[in-house]
């Protein structure tokens, strides 16, 4: 595929290249080009690709794209004009080096699952970008930019000494799968709060780490008892290129300091609810004994009236509660009875009468009614 392949299209606004292999083409033949997709392909320079960027492209995503001759990257605004890019996407092209400058308008740029370093990216007059996409590179260090969004996710970070003043903007920074050092991650934390809190990771609790960013202890390997840095080399199969994976040691970091005792101050019932308390189960304890002393009195107490028969013994005889309360009569075995008919007490006649003592001559009167009497008659019989 020849530089002038698409020289003669001159209205093609978007451009998709799939599993090609030989690209040479040049961008800046297509005048009304917005958008230029290109995934697993081949091409002689991708340098030459944008050099110069049309000035209407918008949207550039380049994805497992080689370069032939060269690795490095160059984009920026033509010389008789601005670029209106936007949208910037390079991964997994083994990038060694990343040129971008002059797009007042580029908001996202992806540089993910390269070769990069600190000194081989340089950006410059970028002043709409926001999200800036650095993950899986060989990062070892970076510096502040004016950004809301930062991927340095599986990067070579040990720290970020020229982020101790994060600008405003920043909201968050990717930090997964990078070699933190503990002692710096720790003294972030502690004194710049700031930047540890726009911190966004996976948290684990399974290996070494600072409120869940593992981490390694960075230490001299002449100095005892301390493990070493421990990585492992393992191979993208669909780049061949290296990845380091790293191995974190297992344990969690615990920062020393004076011990503090924190105790949790028990609840103290009021005085007045211990009144009130008391009062109520003074009443409830009263209540109940009353209650059980009058079952007690009603199962113990003799009935008022028995009936008084040669067949039902007072032992047998029966009561139940009359309508007053504390009133009681008796009620004979037949069924069929009233506990009315039972009230008063049953004298036979014929019965042998007992002798009993009239301490106060209840009965006096009546006996001495008939002598009288009788003895009245008789003295008018006789006087007659």
């Not at 909201?171 to 990078?178: A, Q, Y």
């Not at 009167?365 to 006789?382: A, F, I």
């Amino acid at each position: 595929m020849n530089r002038d392949v698409f020289s003669n299209l001159k209205q093609l606004q978007q451009l998709t290249i799939h599993n090609c292999s030989g690209i040479g083409f040049t961008a800046s033949v297509l005048d009304r080009i917005e958008r230029i997709d290109v995934k697993h392909s081949v091409v002689h320079n991708i340098s030459s690709v944008f050099d110069p960027l049309p000035l209407r492209l918008e949207v550039v995503h380049f994805e497992a794209v080689q370069s032939q001759q060269s690795s490095t990257l160059a984009l920026r605004s033509p010389g008789d004009g601005e670029s209106v890019v936007q949208n910037i996407t390079v991964v997994q092209c083994m990038l060694t080096s990343a040129v971008v400058k002059d797009m007042p308008l580029l908001v996202s740029l992806n540089l993910s699952t390269n070769l990069l370093t600190e000194s081989s990216v340089e950006l410059v007059n970028l002043p709409a970008l926001v999200s800036l996409i650095l993950s899986h590179n060989a990062f070892e260090t970076v510096t502040a930019h004016s950004l809301r969004i930062v991927n340095l996710s599986h990067n070579q970070l040990l720290s970020m000494p020229n982020m101790a003043k994060p600008h405003a903007r920043l909201e968050r920074i990717e930090t997964d799968g990078n070699p933190w050092d503990c002692s710096w991650l720790d003294h972030c934390r502690l004194l710049n709060p700031t930047l540890f809190n726009v911190f966004r990771y996976n948290k684990r609790y399974d290996v070494l780490t600072v409120w869940g960013l593992p981490c390694l202890l960075q230490t001299a390997p002449t100095e005892p008892g301390m493990p070493p840095l421990l990585q492992s080399v393992l191979t993208d199969p669909a780049t061949t290129t290296q990845v380091p994976v790293i191995s974190y040691p297992l344990g969690n970091i615990m920062p020393r300091g004076k011990k503090i005792s924190i105790t949790t101050p028990r609840f103290t019932v009021p005085n007045s609810l211990k009144v009130l308390m008391s009062v109520s189960v003074g009443v409830l304890v009263s209540n109940v004994i009353i209650l059980l002393y009058n079952r007690y009195r009603n199962i113990v107490q003799q009935p008022f009236y028995r009936l008084l028969s040669t067949s039902l013994s007072t032992r047998d005889t029966v009561t139940e509660k009359s309508t007053s309360f504390w009133y009681e009569v008796p009620v004979g075995e037949d069924s069929n009875a009233m506990p009315m008919n039972h009230i008063y007490e049953e004298i036979r006649d014929g019965g042998a009468q007992r002798d009993t003592y009239d301490a106060l001559n209840f009965h006096r009167d009546r006996q001495q009614g008939p002598d009288e009497t009788s003895s009245g008659s008789l003295q008018n019989s006789s006087s007659q």
